[in-house]
C-alpha cells in the first residue's frame, strides 16, 4: 500500500451536558482527526483530543504538528506489510517530543486503520493476543457540586456500573461528604476510586488519603501537579491507597522516569495523550515489568475512534485495573461512527476485532462537525 491523500479534520461536537473537574470544564469536543486514503482506496481514520495541561498541545498545534513534519514522511511511502507500518511508527517515536504526542496519535491510528484495511490485520494485534471478550467500564462522577453528583452517582448505580471513579479536590469537607454518600449509594461492592486533577500538595493528599481510608478507596489518580515527581516519591512511599499517574505520564521518557524515582504504583494510559496505540503498548509493558499496574483512560469527549481504539487496548491487556471510556452518545449529541459503541447497561462491551480500529465512520455524521480542513498529496 501507498498512502496517497492525508486530511487533518478540526471537528466540534457538543456535550448533552457539561463535564467539570478542578482542571477545566467543557460543553464540547475539540478534536482533530485524520484520514489516510491509499493507491488502493483503503481509507483509515485517526483522532486525537489534545490537553494543553497534560502534552501542552491545543488543537491548533496538533494541526500544525501533523501539517509540518510527522505526516511527511508517509506520504507516497510504500508499505509492504502490516509490520512495515507498526516499524515505521517505532522509528518515528524516535525523539518525539512531549508536546507532539497527541498529534501522533491521531496521525498514527490513521495509519494502523488504513494499513488493518489493507491488509487485513487488526490495529489490535500491536497489544497482543486478544485475553477478554468483554470489557468492563468505570463510571465517572465529574466535580458538578454534591446536588448534581450524587444525582449523578444514583444514575451510575442503577446503570450496573461495578466501577466508578469520583473526581475531588475542592473543599475537604464537601470531598467527605460525596464519598461517604457515594459509598453508602453504590454500595460496598463497587470498586470506588477518586481523581484529584493535580489539585493537592503531597502533605495535603495524605491527610485527605488517611481521611478517606475507611471507605474501600481502591486507587488515587494524579492527586499533585503533573510535574511534582518529587511529591509523587514522598506521597506514593506513604499513602495507605495506590497512586495512579495521569497528567505525569505521556512520554517512554516519563515512565522511566516515575518507574527510577517510585514515583506511583500505577499508569493511567489514555491513547490520545500517549501518542497512540504503539506508544501505549510500550508504556503498558515498561509498567509491567517494573511489577506496576495499568488503567485504560479516556480522554473528555472522544469519538467512536479513540473508544475503538481503548477497546482494542482493554481487551488485549493482561492484569488491566479498570477500563474508561466509550460514553459515546452519553456525553456527545452525535458520535460519527457506523457502529454504536455507546455503552449499554452494565457498562460491559464486547471486544472489538475487525480490520484496522474495527469501526467504521459514517462520513455523513461527521461533515457537520468539521470546522477546518487541511489536504496534503503525496509528491
Known sequence: ???????????????????????????????????????GGN????????????????????????????ALPWLGLELASFEDAVAHIETGLVGLPRDQHA??????????????????????SVFGPRVRDEIAYSGVVSADGAETSLKIIELIRDFGFGQVKVKVGADDAEDEALLRHARDILGPDCR??????????WEQA???????????????????AGDDIEGLVQLTARSPIP??????????????????????????????????????????????????????????????????????????????LFAEGSFGTILLATDIGK??????????????????????????KLAPMVVSTLEMREP
Open 1 to 39: 500500500m501507498r498512502i496517497t491523500r492525508l486530511e487533518i479534520l478540526e471537528t466540534k461536537i457538543p456535550f448533552r451536558f457539561t463535564f467539570r473537574h478542578s482542571l477545566a470544564a467543557r460543553s464540547e469536543g475539540h478534536g482533530i482527526l485524520v484520514r489516510v486514503t491509499d493507491d
Open 43 to 70: 481509507v483509515g481514520y485517526g483522532e486525537c483530543v489534545p490537553r494543553s495541561y497534560v502534552t501542552g498541545e491545543t488543537p491548533d498545534s496538533v494541526k500544525q504538528a501533523i501539517h509540518g513534519s510527522l
Open 103 to 124: 498529534a501522533h496519535c491521531a496521525l498514527e491510528l490513521a495509519i494502523l486503520d488504513a494499513a488493518g484495511r489493507a491488509f487485513g490485520r487488526s490495529a489490535g
Open 192 to 201: 470506588l476510586r477518586i481523581d484529584a486533577n493535580c489539585a493537592w500538595t
Open 206 to 224: 495524605l491527610r485527605r488519603i488517611e481521611d478517606f481510608t475507611d471507605l474501600g478507596i481502591e486507587a488515587v489518580e494524579q492527586p499533585l
Open 243 to 320: 497512586v495512579i499517574v495521569d497528567e505525569s505520564l505521556a512520554s517512554l521518557d516519563d515512565a522511566r522516569t516515575l518507574i527510577e524515582r517510585r514515583a506511583c504504583h500505577h499508569f493511567n494510559i489514555r491513547i490520545s495523550k500517549c501518542g497512540g496505540i504503539v506508544n501505549s503498548r510500550r508504556l503498558r509493558d515498561a509498567a509491567h515489568d517494573a511489577g506496576l499496574g495499568c488503567q485504560l483512560g479516556a480522554q473528555v469527549g472522544e469519538t467512536v475512534l479513540l473508544s475503538a481504539a481503548g477497546n482494542l487496548f482493554a481487551s488485549r491487556t493482561e492484569g488491566l
Open 339 to 364: 457502529q454504536d459503541l455507546t455503552l449499554r447497561p452494565r457498562a460491559c462491551a464486547r471486544a472489538l476485532d475487525g480490520p484496522g480500529l474495527g469501526v467504521d465512520v459514517d462520513t455523513e
